[in-house]
C-alpha cells in the first residue's frame, strides 16, 4: 500500500520543527523534505507542494497565502498552521472538538486551519457555555492570558535568549510583558467566529519567562445576569460538551476546590503533551466563575493539533504521534 506523503513549508520554524519531531520515523506516513539551499525557491516549493498528499504550511501569514497561490494539483490538500487562513472563506476550522460534527468536516476538507494556541484555550471554555445558551451571545467576555515566549517565534525566542544573556546575577529578574495593547490581537478574530459571541472579546496575552506552556484565564462576573447558571451547572456543560474526549479534558469539580484553597496552578504542567484541559472556579455565593484553560502552546495549541488534523484528514487513528 503507498504511503501518503507529507511536505511541510516551512520546517526549520519552531512549529514545522516541532511537527517533523513528531511526524519523523512514523511508518505510515511518508515525509518530503525540501533542500536547504531551495527553501526560498517558489519553483520547487510548488514542486513538492503539488507531489505530494498533504502540505503543511508552518510560515508566516504572507508566505501561507503565498503557498496556497502556488497549488494547481486537485490532489493536494493544505493544512495550514498560520493564522492566515483561520476565518477565510472555503477553510475549514481545525478544532476536532469545538462542535459536534467537526470532525467530519476537517476529514471531508481540502483546506484546513490550525487553531491557534490561545483560541484553543479560550474557546474550549466559552464555546460550550454559549452553545447551550448558559451564557448570553452579547455577555462582555474579557480573557487574560500568559504563554511562553516559543509561542512568539523566533525573533521572540531571540529576545529572551538576548535578554537572559545580559542579566548578571545582581541584576537578574523575570520579565513578565503584556503586550496586546493596542487591542485587535489577530487571534481576536477567530475567538469571535467560533464562539458564537455576537462581539468580539477583549484580550490581554502576555509573555512570561518560560520556553513553553500557557493558562488562558476567562472571568464571568455571572451577577450580572438575571438568572446566573451556578458553578456546578456551568462545570456539567462543559464536561458534557467534551465528554469522551481524549485531548480536550475537564479537571473534576474537586480538584479546582482544591487549587482555589491554596495550591498554584502550573503554567507548564501539560508540556509535551497534545492535551488542554479547563478548569471550573466557582462562587455561588458571589455569582462568580473563573474558566482556566491550561496546555502547551507548542502542543495542543500548534504541532500537537497540527499532527491530529493531519491524522484525521488522513482517516489514520487520531492519536498517532500524539
Not at 538576548?162 to 490581537?185: C, D, I, K, M, N
Not at 462581539?199 to 518560560?210: E, I, K, N, Q
Not at 456546578?232 to 480536550?248: M, R
Request: glycine residues 10%; negative net charge.
Amino acid at each position: 500500500m503507498t504511503k501518503p506523503k507529507i511536505f511541510i513549508d516551512g520546517e526549520s520554524g519552531t512549529t514545522g520543527l516541532q511537527i517533523h519531531s513528531r511526524l519523523n520515523g512514523r511508518d505510515d506516513i511518508e515525509l518530503v523534505s525540501i533542500e536547504t539551499s531551495k527553501r526560498r525557491d517558489a519553483t520547487e516549493r510548488a514542486k513538492l507542494i503539488n507531489a505530494v498528499d498533504i502540505a503543511i504550511l508552518c510560515l508566516p501569514d504572507d508566505g501561507a497565502r503565498e503557498a496556497v497561490s502556488l497549488v494547481s494539483s486537485l490532489g493536494v490538500k493544505i493544512l495550514d498552521a498560520s493564522s492566515a487562513h483561520r476565518t477565510a472563506k472555503g477553510w475549514v476550522y481545525g478544532f476536532p472538538e469545538l462542535n459536534p460534527g467537526q470532525r467530519q468536516k476537517i476529514a471531508n476538507a481540502r483546506f484546513v486551519s490550525n487553531p491557534g494556541c490561545y483560541p484553543t484555550g479560550f474557546l474550549a471554555c466559552v464555546r460550550p457555555l454559549i452553545a447551550k445558551e448558559l451564557l448570553p451571545s452579547n455577555f462582555p467576555i474579557t480573557i487574560n492570558a500568559v504563554s511562553g515566549y516559543s509561542g512568539g517565534g523566533k525573533n521572540l525566542i531571540q529576545k529572551y535568549d538576548s535578554f537572559h544573556e545580559q542579566q548578571t546575577t545582581a541584576t537578574s529578574l523575570y520579565p513578565y510583558g503584556v503586550y496586546g495593547l493596542q487591542f485587535g490581537h489577530k487571534h481576536v478574530k477567530e475567538m469571535h467566529e467560533y464562539s458564537g459571541l455576537a462581539s468580539p472579546p477583549l484580550f490581554v496575552p502576555a509573555v512570561g519567562d518560560f520556553e513553553q506552556g500557557m493558562l488562558v484565564q476567562v472571568p464571568l462576573p455571572l451577577w450580572t445576569l438575571e438568572h446566573p447558571p451556578s458553578g456546578k451547572v456551568i462545570y456539567d456543560a462543559i464536561a458534557d460538551h467534551f465528554q469522551g474526549e481524549k485531548f480536550v479534558q475537564v479537571a473534576p469539580l474537586a480538584d479546582a476546590t482544591l487549587l482555589r484553597d491554596g495550591t498554584f496552578l502550573d503554567v507548564m504542567a501539560l508540556n509535551g503533551t497534545n492535551i488542554v484541559q479547563v478548569f471550573v472556579f466557582a462562587n455561588d455565593n458571589t455569582k462568580e466563575v473563573l474558566l482556566v484553560a491550561q496546555l502547551d502552546n507548542l502542543g495542543k495549541g500548534a504541532s500537537g493539533a497540527a499532527v491530529q488534523n493531519l491524522n484525521i484528514m488522513l482517516g489514520f487513528p487520531e492519536e498517532l504521534g500524539l
